[in-house]
């Protein structure tokens, strides 16, 4: 069966440091993997996705993962933070539906 | 194109009061779920329907129906609200080309 677990439930950077998320999966296959944000408010947006093609993979407003077989990690990662990053981020496994990872919430301070 | 829209956006109810949460696409796909989100869980499926005429139970189906009306509109009937079921709830729509899914922008409900 297919999991992820997100190792933090808050993370909290300063505007203009790097930003890491992290999110290990667990699957008996290759697995295709997701990040989603939410901002405050919304609905979940997708911001990158891992389907066995390249192992980094490039998303929008700047994020990325690295899929790591090995770790069974799939980390999310920003150079520098902005303020309108601030949100709750989800990691999520394809099974036979989508499982959600139960998410982080990023604060970024002034 | 309005992608996923979900009404109301917002709704309280008293407990035995029923309810349909309404969801609707414009983006042609065959797969809509309905999701709760509660603080610190995640979203947890509650139904989906694979195509027009079909629904199945997710991961917390119990206290809720489903009506998949037309590929555009797939709805959600609390019949006898619990305060259990004060949460927001999503509606969303799955490309399986891209394998993404697109959500609406949820429904907050409140039970009293």
């Known amino acids: 069966a297919q999991s992820v677990t997100q190792l933090d439930s808050h993370v909290s950077v300063s505007e203009g440091t790097p930003v890491l998320l992290r999110c290990n999966y667990s699957?008996?296959?290759?697995?295709?993997l997701f990040w989603y944000v939410q901002h405050p408010n919304k609905g979940l947006q997708l911001l990158l996705k891992?389907?066995?093609?390249?192992?980094l993979v490039k998303g929008i407003n700047g994020f990325e993962a690295e899929f790591k077989k090995s770790e069974t990690s799939f980390h999310l990662t920003k150079p520098s933070a902005h303020m309108s990053d601030a949100a709750e981020y989800f990691c999520?496994?394809?099974?036979?539906?989508?499982?959600f990872g139960k998410g982080t919430k990023l604060s970024v301070k002034p | 194109n309005a992608g996923v829209t979900q009404t109301p956006k917002f709704q309280v109810l008293k407990t035995g009061q029923s309810m349909t949460l309404q969801c609707a696409q414009d983006?042609?796909?065959?797969?809509m779920y309905w999701y709760r989100q509660d603080p610190g869980m995640g979203l947890r499926l509650i139904y989906y329907?694979?195509?027009?005429?079909?629904?199945d139970k997710g991961e917390v189906p119990n206290g809720y129906n489903v009506s998949r009306l037309n590929k555009r509109e797939f709805s959600l009937r609390l019949e006898s609200a619990a305060p259990s079921q004060t949460s927001v709830y999503f509606c969303?729509?799955?490309?399986?080309?891209?394998?993404?899914?697109?959500f609406g922008p949820g429904t907050r409900l409140t039970v009293t």
């Open positions: 891992y389907t066995s093609a390249a192992t």
């Open positions: 999520v496994v394809r099974g036979v539906h989508l499982i």
């Open positions: 969303a729509c799955y490309s399986t080309g891209s394998y993404e899914q697109y």
């Open positions: 329907s694979a195509s027009e005429g079909t629904t």
């Open positions: 699957s008996s296959y290759s697995p295709s």
């Open positions: 983006m042609n796909h065959n797969s």
